[in-house]
T-cell receptor, first 112, second 114 residues
Framework: SQQGEEDPQALSIQEGENATMNCSYK?????LQWYRQNSGRGLVHLIL?????REKHSGRLRVTLDTSKKSSSLLITASRAADTASYFC????????????FGRGTSLIVHP | DTGVSQNPRHKITKRGQNVTFRCDPI?????LYWYRQTLGQGPEFLTY????????KSRLLSDRFSAERPKGSFSTLEIQRTEQGDSAMYLC????????????FGQGTRLTVV
């Protein structure tokens, strides 16, 4: 079963604006990962945030994690047309081996 | 290139034919995953290897699907008697043997069954 779900499903913004995507999950996790996928390509790892971390930065990316609400957010600041892609959060499947599971993603379009 | 490598990148096959895909993980990554992704969806887990042992298989992995990782390095995914519903992107990912780490993905193999 799906563990994480991204919201919104689609987001359209102008270059220079900030983009915020959210991820909600169902069971306790050790960590959460965010990925980007350009059309027809593989997934590119962006950030891993652990359950004992509340916020993490990487360049123009900021990820937050609220374990009490079982949610995470990905903020892309000063967006560029090249940020146009689908963004996925991955959370470990509950039980058994560590299996990253994905939602349907957020499709981001940044207009130049 | 030291990333995850998948071959071929594209495969077109006729219904009923068998196909095999290869994944070369990042060197020394002992954990390897196969996923399937269809248009507009996120990757769906198929199977997981730790070294050469296949530890997890999804119910999506029907009898027509088989995966191997004979020496704990590269892996193959074979689909027998392909069906049009098998058309998808097949993604491979690997993770380090050490600790709580990220999974790195290859570029995928796009399968089209005609």
């Amino acid at each position: 079963s799906q563990q994480g779900e991204e919201d919104p499903q689609a987001l359209s913004i102008q270059e220079g604006e900030n983009a915020t995507m959210n991820c909600s999950y169902k069971t306790s996790i050790n960590n959460l990962q965010w990925y980007r996928q350009n059309s027809g390509r593989g997934l590119v790892h962006l950030i891993l945030i652990r359950s004992n971390e509340r916020e993490k930065h990487s360049g123009r990316l900021r990820v937050t994690l609220d374990t009490s609400k079982k949610s995470s957010s990905l903020l892309i600041t000063a967006s560029r047309a090249a940020d146009t892609a689908s963004y996925f959060c991955a959370t470990p499947r509950s039980g058994g081996s560590y299996i990253p599971t994905f939602g349907r993603g957020t499709s981001l379009i940044v207009h130049p | 290139d030291t990333g995850v490598s998948q071959n071929p990148r594209h495969k077109i096959t006729k219904r009923g034919q068998n196909v095999t895909f290869r994944c070369d993980p990042i060197s020394e990554h002992n954990r390897l995953y196969w996923y399937r992704q269809t248009l507009g969806q996120g990757p769906e887990f198929l199977t997981y290897f730790q070294n050469e042992a296949q530890l997890e298989k999804s119910r999506l992995l029907s009898d027509r699907f088989s995966a191997e990782r004979p020496k704990g390095s590269f892996s193959t995914l074979e689909i027998q008697r392909t069906e049009q519903g098998d058309s998808a992107m097949y993604l491979c990912a690997s993770r380090s043997r050490v600790g709580d780490t990220e999974a790195f993905f290859g570029q995928g193999t796009r399968l089209t069954v005609v």
